[in-house]
């Protein structure tokens, strides 16, 4: 079975600065998509970023970018210039594209931004 | 992108009554709409997947006659608690199916707080 782990229960990081989250998941699809999404206290559901498996390149989202090892399966959520903004639960998600669609979340990780 | 809407966003309810939520694709079709619950302090938990025009998905331990799902056209489906008690009270979230193939996304709903008293 599938299954996303996020190890990093919480983080902190100052603000301007870099931080990374981790994601590791377990499947033996080779055909999937892989997302970082964003909940802030508003506890509204935000996509950060999304990346296909069979794509080598890591995503790039402005300040957002992913460090996408396929071979380790592991998907990396660098966060650059850090702001108050992005103090939320991060929770990475697995979606194979075949068999039965249905998103994998992990547990969250929580993102302090210092002042 | 693309928008999710639910409605109502807060709702209490006395025990033994039925709450309706609703969930709605604003500016695309969605053939397949899902439904989460969320702990506090914890990841989202699927419930059930909703496809258009066909009965819901569940997800093991989620009891069918307690939650209704209802996806009858492809921009809406509801979600009915019944004869909600207060271990019901949660926070739901619904997502909706966007695209096919590379392009495709979820994109989710703000989310309903239940309070069942």
């Known amino acids: 079975a599938q299954t996303v782990t996020q190890s990093q229960p919480e983080m902190s990081v100052q603000e301007a600065e870099t931080v990374t989250l981790s994601c590791t998941y377990d499947t033996s699809e080779s055909d999937y998509y892989l997302f970082w999404y964003k909940q802030p206290p508003s506890r509204q559901m935000i996509l950060v970023i999304r990346q296909e498996a069979y794509k080598q390149q890591n995503a790039t989202e402005n300040r957002f970018s992913v460090n996408f090892q396929k071979a380790a399966k592991s998907f990396s959520l660098k966060i650059s210039d850090s702001q108050l903004g992005d103090a939320a639960m991060y929770f990475c998600?697995?979606?194979?594209?075949?068999?039965?669609?249905?998103?994998?979340f992990g547990t969250g990780t929580r993102l302090k931004v210092l002042a | 992108g693309a928008v999710v809407s639910q409605h109502p966003s807060w709702v209490i309810c006395k025990s033994g009554t039925s709450v309706k939520i609703e969930c709605r694709s604003l500016?695309?079709?969605?053939?397949?709409m899902f439904w989460y619950r969320q702990f506090p302090k914890q990841s989202l938990m699927l419930m059930a997947t909703s496809n258009e025009g066909s009965k819901a998905t569940y997800e093991q331990g989620v009891e069918k006659d307690k939650f209704l799902i209802n996806h009858a056209s492809l921009t809406l489906s509801t979600l009915t608690v019944t004869s909600a008690h207060p271990e019901d009270s949660s926070f739901y979230i619904c997502s909706a199916r966007s695209g096919t193939g590379v392009g495709e996304t979820q994109y989710f709903g703000p989310g309903t707080r239940l309070l069942v008293l």
């Open positions: 500016d695309f079709q969605a053939t397949t």
């Open positions: 998600a697995y979606i194979t594209t075949s068999g039965t669609y249905k998103y994998i």
